[in-house]
T-cell receptor, first 113, second 113 residues
Framework: AQSVTQLGSHVSVSEGALVLLRCNYS??????LFWYVQYPNQGLQLLLK??????LVKGINGFEAEFKKSETSFHLTKPSAHMSDAAEYFC???????????FGTGTRLTIIP | EAGVTQFPSHSVIEKGQTVTLRCDPI?????LYWYRRVMGKEIKFLLH????????ESGMPNNRFLAERTGGTYSTLKVQPAELEDSGVYFC???????????FGDGTRLSIL
């Protein structure tokens, strides 16, 4: 069974600093990969998705993620953190032919003024 | 375009009672999914409808949970009788086809006392 590991349940960065949220997947073949964000009192919102078209994926709000097959990673980055980025971020994977998403445990991002 | 709508947003009931959660997917979306996040754990898949048919119900915890999607529009998830371990946030998602991203609702926070 495939799984997703998010390193760090809590990450704090200063406003303006680089945001790096880590995600590793276990899969024998490259799956479909997603990053979702949950702002306080809201549902999950899709940030970006990897579907094998390009290894560097750009998403909304200045976020991007790079698929690295050799490292089985799909880390999420943003060059400069903004206060509005404070939220919980989820990495998810879906295997071709199977609809269900498998989520990581989530990383809560705190932005320090 | 209206997003995925879930009702109620919060529900507090006593152990042994029955609760029904409702999900209205995005109009025209044939695929509807239920997920659950128990406190401190990852978001887990419960089941997947294609129109009114259950495509995958491998994540349903036990027979106290009953999901329906009569007519292929909105869906309900009934828990009867509710147990303490059923507490958590129940998310619904929908997608227009299998290779399109899943759009999530704001979730229903269920508390069993």
């Amino acid at each position: 069974a495939q799984s997703v590991t998010q390193l760090g349940s809590h990450v704090s960065v200063s406003e303006g600093a680089l945001v790096l949220l880590r995600c590793n997947y276990s899969s024998s073949v490259p799956p479909y990969l997603f990053w979702y964000v949950q702002y306080p009192n809201q549902g999950l919102q899709l940030l970006l998705k990897y579907t094998s078209a390009a290894t560097l994926v750009k998403g909304i709000n200045g976020f991007e993620a790079e698929f690295k097959k050799s490292e089985t990673s799909f880390h999420l980055t943003k060059p400069s953190a903004h206060m509005s980025d404070a939220a919980e971020y989820f990495c998810a994977v879906r295997r071709d032919g199977n609809e269900k998403l498998t989520f990581g445990t989530g990383t809560r991002l705190t932005i320090i003024p | 375009e209206a997003g995925v709508t879930q009702f109620p947003s919060h529900s507090v009931i006593e152990k042994g009672q029955t609760v029904t959660l409702r999900c209205d997917p995005i109009s025209g979306h044939d695929n509807l999914y239920w997920y659950r996040r128990v406190m401190g754990k990852e978001i887990k898949f419960l089941l997947h409808f294609v129109k009114e048919s259950k495509q995958d119900e491998s994540g349903m915890p036990n027979n106290r949970f009953l999901a329906e999607r009569t007519g292929g529009t909105y869906s309900t998830l009934k828990v009867q009788p509710a147990e303490l371990e059923d507490s958590g946030v129940y998310f619904c998602a929908s997608s227009s086809s299998s290779n399109q991203p899943q759009h999530f609702g704001d979730g229903t926070r269920l508390s069993i006392l």
